[in-house]
Nanobody, 124 residues
Framework: QVQLVESGGGLVQAGGSLRLSCAAS????????MGWFRQAPGKEREFVAV????????YYADSVKGRFTISRDNAKNTVYLQMNSLKPEDTAVYYC?????????????????WGQGTQVTVSS
C-alpha cells in the first residue's frame, strides 16, 4: 500500500524557516514527480512546488518563488520543502503528492497519491 507521510510542520514566527519532509513508500520513486500543495482554511488546495523525476527539474508558484526550495533524495524515497522568509499567508496544511511520469505540474488531477498533510502556522 502506497503511503506518503509528511513531517516537519509547526509554529514559526514570520521571517523564520521550516523544512518539510515527505517519505514515500513508492516502488520506482525516481519515476515520480513529487509535488507540494497547501490548503488554508476556507480556500482551495493550491500548488506550491514540484520536482520532476530523474535529476529533477523544479517549478514553483509565484507566491513562493525565491523563498521555498524543493529537493529530493531518491535513495531515501524522500522529498523536501525548505521554506524560508515565511509569511503569515503561508499558514496552511501542506500536502505532498506523487505523479507518475510523464505527468507533473500544478494541476491536482495529475497526481496519483497524496499524503495526509502537515500543519504550518506562521505568526505575525
Amino acid at each position: 500500500q502506497v503511503q506518503l507521510v509528511e513531517s516537519g510542520g509547526g509554529l514559526v514566527q514570520a521571517g523564520g524557516s521550516l523544512r518539510l519532509s515527505c517519505a514515500a513508500s513508492l516502488r520506482l520513486f525516481s519515476n515520480y514527480a513529487m509535488g507540494w500543495f497547501r490548503q488554508a482554511p476556507g480556500k482551495e488546495r493550491e500548488f506550491v512546488a514540484v520536482i520532476t523525476w530523474g535529476v529533477g527539474s523544479t517549478y514553483y508558484a509565484d507566491s513562493v518563488k525565491g523563498r521555498f526550495t524543493i529537493s529530493r533524495d531518491n535513495a531515501k524515497n524522500t522529498v523536501y520543502l525548505q521554506m524560508n522568509s515565511l509569511k503569515p499567508e503561508d499558514t496552511a496544511v501542506y500536502y505532498c503528492a506523487a505523479a507518475f511520469r510523464p505527468r507533473f505540474g500544478p494541476n491536482r488531477d495529475s497526481y496519483d497519491y497524496w499524503g495526509q498533510g502537515t500543519q504550518v502556522t506562521v505568526s505575525s
